[in-house]
């Protein structure tokens, strides 16, 4: 998106923010729930981590990876098993998707003009 482009391509590479400072950059940021089927307090963990994501990076890539990595850590799968299910995100502003996901663990948001889609799925013992 526009917005993206105009921003340092320079992340933070991991030194703190002063508090202030990082009201202000998040506070550049406005996401919405356009569709989900988590829970309350799994919503709201991921709009969390998708600011943190979005103050830190500005390409699409690096977002999704940072949201996906801080689920994955966040709601790891019960026996620590790929086929017990891991987290998938897209990140763009002009995509179509569909995916199978388990049930209450799939979210799509926007932050300002980006989509970003969230879900869990099983990977297959069979690969």
């Known amino acids: 998106g526009r917005y993206l482009q105009a921003m340092s391509e320079e992340p933070t590479k991991g030194k703190p923010v002063p508090d202030a400072e990082a009201a202000v950059a998040r506070a550049k940021f406005k996401i919405t729930v356009e569709h989900s089927d988590m829970t309350e307090e799994m919503q709201e963990q991921l709009k969390e981590m998708v600011l943190d994501a979005f103050v830190k ?7 999704a990876t940072s949201v996906k990595q801080a689920f994955d850590d966040k709601y790891p799968p019960p026996d620590n098993k790929a ?35 969230l879900f869990r799925s099983k990977d297959s013992p069979f690969d």
């Not at 990076?57 to 977002?63: N, R």
């Not at 017990?84 to 979210?107: D, K, L, M, P, W």
Request: with cysteine.
């Open 83 to 117: 086929t017990s299910g891991v987290y998938h995100c897209v990140v763009g502003s002009n995509f179509a998707v569909s995916v199978t996901h388990e049930t209450h663990y799939a979210c799509h948001l926007k932050c300002n003009n980006v989509s970003i889609l």
């Open 57 to 63: 990076h500005t390409v699409f890539k690096d977002l």
